[in-house]
């Protein structure tokens, strides 16, 4: 006869708080999957189409294609530069392209060889009718092939363990907490998290513009970069984990996919009945890398309007290195700082420009044509000031202004405020322009000041002590000979 096992009051009160989240989140979806007809799906879609692309609307810009997304957006990586952008900060839900700043965090915070064990609530809380892995309660995986299912296959319980494992707790608010701080550290203005996985929730949202500021760290991360292009998932079977695991990836830009693109770094997919098809991803050619988004959008037209993106901003935008370009300067106007031609010979270079440093400009513009500001405001104390310049009002990117170095090899401007340079490009290649101090004029000056009031002292010593009376009785013998 079989022995039952007693239950304990608490395991009961911890089956029921599982099955009460699990019946939340299927409510939620339930509330969000009630399916649209294909009339509805199509007239959704016209009428983003005809939304107003907001970058297309500045003086001298390109003019981006028209896409079916709500809400799209296209950065240059390094700069922050926005090249492309409709509706950037409009709240919608991000659903699995959620698991950028999940796994993103994980990588900060974690080895790779760290195990993460799968609790009842991340098994259980995961619906089943959404992405996953099919773990059980006690299973196991490293954090590293936790990170290849999350990324790979999208495994919404994975996330859930992941976020537990790394909190210590099965609160998702705990990791939420952690999303939230993390996104406002990276410049995200609109978002809210309240889980690792991006399951439907009304609190659960975010903005194109935010997504793209997460995309500059994550895709700048080149394990978690290249884990998104892997083809397949492929987990071996270990002493807690009964049968391995292969899955295939199901994002269509990847090599190999229909809608491969040769130049792509990364890319993660998201899709709920609320979220529509979103789509996250980044591309380098020619040195210049963009982050490529789109937010509700229709399938599989994510795809097709992330490729029209990149080809409008490969085609129409181009790099410029500031420190090969820049020949003005007029810093508060002090007279201490300035350009032109070193005509003493002996001026010292105090301050240059960072040669990586560069700006994104449209290919029918020209580095004459950015207006700059410049802030004193740092916190790098190898750092004077950072220059910020704009094109028709749109910040293109910025210089740093470092304090030089050694025998640094500087470079004189040999132009003034609205004048073209004259210097060779070759030239400026190999030399770096500066503001500088010049030595001989300053120590001239000064030793000129000083001599002037040694000079004044003097005559007045001479002129408080001599006494002139002597002078004064000769003379007047004088005269008295004269009339003898």
């Known amino acids: 006869m079989p022995v039952r096992k007693h239950t304990t009051i608490k395991q009961i009160f911890r089956y029921m708080a599982a099955a009460v989240c699990a019946g939340s989140l299927f409510a939620n979806s339930a509330l969000m999957t009630l399916a649209d007809t294909e009339d509805e799906i199509q007239q959704r879609w016209e009428t983003q189409r005809a939304m107003e692309v907001q970058s297309n609307q500045v003086s001298g810009w390109p003019t981006g294609p028209i896409v079916g997304a709500e809400s799209a957006i296209l950065m240059e990586a390094e700069t922050g530069a926005i090249l492309y952008a409709k509706n950037i900060h409009t709240r919608e839900y991000p659903a699995s392209t959620t698991k950028l700043l999940t796994t993103l965090i994980a990588s900060e915070l974690c080895e790779m060889d760290e195990i993460v064990t799968f609790s009842r609530a991340a098994v259980f809380d995961t619906p089943r009718d959404s992405n996953h892995i099919a773990m059980d309660v006690g299973q196991e995986l ?34 939420a907490e952690m999303m939230n701080t993390r996104a406002a550290e990276l410049g995200c203005l609109n978002s809210h998290f309240v889980n690792p996985n991006g399951l439907p929730d009304e609190e659960h949202y975010t903005t194109a513009y935010d997504l793209a500021m997460i995309g500059r760290a994550f895709f700048a991360n080149e394990m978690l970069s290249k884990i998104t292009l892997t083809r397949r998932l492929e987990i071996p079977a270990s002493d807690k984990l009964p049968q391995q695991k292969l899955e295939l990836n199901q994002m269509q830009l990847i090599p190999g996919a229909k809608y491969a693109y040769e130049y792509l770094v990364g890319c993660k997919t998201g899709y709920t009945q609320a979220a529509r098809s979103c789509l996250v991803s980044c591309a380098e050619r020619n040195g210049m890398k963009l982050i490529c988004v789109v937010m509700r959008d229709e399938a599989p037209y994510q795809y097709e309007d992330t490729l029209a993106l990149y080809e409008y901003g490969f085609s129409n935008f181009e790099k410029i290195k500031v420190a090969q370009s820049e020949t003005k300067y007029n810093i508060d106007n002090t007279g201490l700082f300035y350009s032109g031609n ?15 440093d560069y ?9 004459e044509d950015t207006e700059s500001t410049i802030s004193y405001e740092t916190s790098n104390d190898n750092q004077a000031a950072v220059i910020f310049y704009t094109f028709q009002g749109v910040p293109v990117g910025s210089v740093r202004v470092n ?20 210097t060779p490009p070759e030239e400026k290649e190999q030399k770096e322009p500066v503001i500088y101090v010049n030595k001989t004029i300053l120590l001239c000056i000064g030793g000129g000041i000083c001599a002037i009031v040694l000079i004044c002292f003097i005559v007045h010593i001479v002129t408080k002590n001599y006494s002139f009376s002597g002078v004064g009785n000769r003379r007047r013998r004088r005269r008295g000979r004269w009339k003898r």
């Open 142 to 175: 490293t954090m590293e092939q936790s990170l290849n299912a999350i990324l790979i296959r999208s495994a919404n319980e994975v996330s859930f363990a992941v976020a537990e494992h790394i909190t210590g707790t099965t609160n998702w608010l705990d990791f």
């Open 342 to 356: 070193d005509i003493f010979g002996s001026s010292r270079s105090l301050l240059s420009l960072n040669r990586d």
């Open 359 to 367: 700006v994104i400009l449209p290919i029918s513009a020209s580095f």
């Open 403 to 422: 304090y030089t170095m050694g025998n640094e090899d500087t470079y004189v401007f040999d132009s003034i405020p609205g004048k073209t340079s004259t």
